[in-house]
């Protein structure tokens, strides 16, 4: 029987926001963790309900743990907190988290954008603690690392912006692309969409088919595309150190998200214009390599990545080619939505800034088939 070295403690965490899709994921990863403990888990709209009986999955790592009201000082004394409420939800609760835990990792939009005036653009409303936006780390730690190190506050990457800049930043960063006109195409899982059930992720409306949304310039609409489309231009416009890159003041990305008729996953495909017309694709596959050489969660390869084979795992998977006929740079990448995508980033971020090993209770390896 394996034993569980303990040397470095127990963490004590609270998931305020456990009933969802993302918080259920929290859940699951927490119980394979050596050093976490899930004291307390909220969800408003199952307050009292045992966390078995919600989700069957989990019986044998809870029996008894029971779903209580979305009260911070449910979290005093925690390490850490994890949040996976709906956007807009963690602002009003994280002034008052930071006095009563360790430290608090966000898996919403709440704390991702520095710059406070587009949140009224792009998600209707005004934030409401601006002056905590400069001080939340972005949670994606093969961009971004040095400034997670002991931060209080961590706001974790989206799924669509992990898939999409995980494949062109390392270009961006090398000089390799042009920074304006970059396209990035994304098929989520339905999961994405949330538990809540909805008229166009019914099974009736969902099996068997594929559609766009989000979709910039929609008569009667924002004419504004995706919200996670300020993120990834963000992302792609900054250095590791947090500094503007060389030319990110021209930097523009038109996304568009595709939903398809599966659990779980995304797959993005960018489309970039090189700076080198000699680049090939054996060029830009030596970029993607070298950037997340010893990485534990990017594997890059020649193959084309499938969502499948992420499946439960924290990895992403990466390839990319140069098309010789119209010479464009096309980067591909393969994550889960709710695990490198949500709730396995979450956990990934709160290792580093416990000081723990990344990896730690965290697989590289999906589940097939």
Same mark, same amino acid.
């Given at each position: 029987? /394996? ?35 899930? @004291? ?14 919600? $989700?069957? /999955? %989990?019986?044998?790592? $809870?029996?008894?743990?029971? $779903? ?44 991702? &954008? ?7 653009? +792009? ?9 905590? &936006? ?10 971004? !690392? ?9 706001? *974790? ?5 992990? =898939? /999409? ?7 961006? !960063? ?13 098929? #989520?899982?339905? #999961? ?66 595709? %939903? ?52 439960? #795992?924290?990895?992403?998977? &990466?390839? *990319? ?6 010479? +464009? ?9 709710? @695990?490198?995508? *949500? ?15 990344? =990896?730690?209770? &965290?697989?590289?390896?999906?589940? $097939?088939?």
């Amino acid at each position: 029987m /394996s034993t569980v070295d303990l040397s470095q403690g127990r963490h004590r965490v609270a998931v305020i926001g456990a009933s969802g899709f993302t918080g259920a994921e929290l859940l699951r990863l927490c119980s394979a963790h050596p050093t976490f403990e899930v @004291v307390v888990a909220t969800g408003d709209s199952q307050a009292g309900t045992a966390v078995a009986d919600l $989700y069957p /999955s %989990l019986a044998a790592a $809870y029996p008894d743990l029971t $779903y209580a009201p979305a009260d911070p000082a449910a979290a005093d004394g925690c390490d850490i907190a994890f949040l996976g409420l709906p956007h807009g939800a963690s602002q009003s609760l994280v002034p008052d988290l930071l006095d009563r835990v360790g430290h608090v990792v966000d898996l919403a939009a709440d704390f991702r &954008l520095r710059d406070d005036g587009l949140y009224p653009t +792009w998600y209707g409303e005004d934030h409401a603690v601006p002056d905590l &936006l400069a001080s939340a780390a972005y949670g994606l730690p093969e961009l971004f !690392r040095p400034g997670l190190a002991d931060a209080r506050l961590v706001a *974790a990457a989206g799924c669509y912006p992990t =898939a /999409s800049t995980l494949g062109l930043a390392p270009l961006l !960063r090398a000089g390799a692309i042009e920074p304006s006109g970059i396209v990035v195409d994304a098929a #989520s899982g339905l #999961s994405g969409a949330g538990r809540p059930p909805k008229p166009n992720t019914t099974f009736c409306a969902a099996d068997e088919d594929v559609t766009a949304y989000g979709l910039p310039g929609t008569p009667g609409g924002t004419g504004l595309g995706h919200r996670h489309t300020p993120e990834i231009e963000q992302v792609l416009a900054t250095a590791s150190d947090g500094g503007s890159l060389p030319g990110s003041g021209d930097l523009s990305v038109l996304f568009t998200p595709h %939903l398809v008729p599966m659990n779980r996953g995304i797959l993005a495909t960018c489309y970039a214009r090189p700076i080198d017309p000699t680049l090939d694709t054996a060029g830009v596959l030596s970029l993607l390599s070298d950037a997340y050489a010893g990485e534990p969660f990017v594997v890059v390869s020649e193959r084309s990545p499938s969502t499948k084979a992420t499946l439960g #795992s924290n990895a992403a998977h &990466l390839t *990319a080619r140069v098309d010789p006929r119209t010479g +464009w740079v096309v980067v591909l990448c393969a994550i889960d939505n709710l @695990v490198k995508g *949500a709730s396995g980033q979450a956990v990934q971020c709160a290792n580093a800034v416990l000081g723990l090993d990344e =990896a730690t209770g &965290l697989s590289a390896i999906g589940v $097939y088939p």
